[in-house]
């Protein structure tokens, strides 16, 4: 059989499968970002979705009328929208790390415009951002994430979202995991920015004459930059870890939804 004769002949199995897609790509940081033409984005999910179409087997669905259908739809955009959500929000903490270290280093008010989101980022932050996303595609992670898409519907097949008390316990442990990243990627910064402060203060005392606040800015911006680029091999090796741990997040909330 022809793969356009199958993909009609069950063209609401499909459509369901669309539907997730797009979810993911609604929000995912790479093929979310509001630079990539529209049309761009529709015809990937379109390709991805013949392609999962045709590798996730025969789904054990029965779809009984338009109102049925419309739920279904509902709940696909739903998982689409969580694996996309939560693989931004591990993201974000790299943006949360680079608005730790610009306060810290004296760049706290000067940032940049990301096209992604629309708004003003902190500099060390879209470094770090930017950064990660070509660690991302340089690593072939985002062949992995095409992966997971398709072993999501072993873990949720098509329609069998339960949503359940745990849910919410999950998002928090998410979140704090988020922060805790964050302060951990800017700790190094953080530690030479404190012993700077100590040495300036010391300065302060021996040395009456000098003025503290003039010294101390360029010093601290100094350090903070030599820290960032000396610790950058520590970053990458931290980079994998957040994408592991991101897989494993994705795949745990999935597995709680399948519970009644």
Do not use: C
């Amino acid at each position: 059989m022809d793969i356009f004769d199958y993909i009609f002949s069950k063209y609401q199995i499909f459509l369901l499968v669309f539907i997730r897609m797009t979810g993911i790509f609604i929000i995912t940081p790479i093929f979310s970002r509001t630079n990539i033409p529209t049309i761009l984005k529709v015809s990937l999910s379109l390709i991805i979705s013949i392609i999962t179409f045709t590798t996730i087997g025969e789904q054990d669905l029965i779809i009984e009328g338009n109102i049925h259908l419309m739920i279904l739809i509902f709940k696909e955009l739903t998982i689409g929208l969580i694996i996309g959500f939560i693989s931004y929000l591990f993201f974000v903490s790299l943006i949360i790390a680079g608005q730790i270290i610009d306060t810290q280093i004296g760049f706290g008010m000067a940032n940049v415009f990301d096209p992604q989101h629309n708004t003003q980022v902190p500099i060390t932050g879209n470094f770090y951002y930017i950064l990660a996303l070509l660690i991302f595609l340089t690593i072939d992670a985002h062949h992995w994430f095409l992966q997971a898409i398709v072993k999501s519907y072993s873990v949720l097949p098509i329609g069998n979202i339960n949503l359940n008390d745990g849910i919410l316990n999950q998002i928090i442990v998410i979140f704090s995991e988020i922060f805790n990243i964050g302060f951990k990627i800017s700790s190094p910064v953080l530690a030479t920015i404190f012993l700077s402060n100590v040495l300036l203060g010391i300065l302060a005392r021996t040395v009456p004459q000098m003025n503290v606040f003039v010294v101390g800015m360029p010093l601290k911006i100094v350090v903070g930059l030599l820290t960032i680029f000396i610790t950058l091999p520590i970053y990458l090796i931290a980079l994998q870890h957040i994408f592991n741990n991101m897989s494993g997040e994705i795949f745990n909330f999935l597995q709680l939804l399948t519970k009644g």
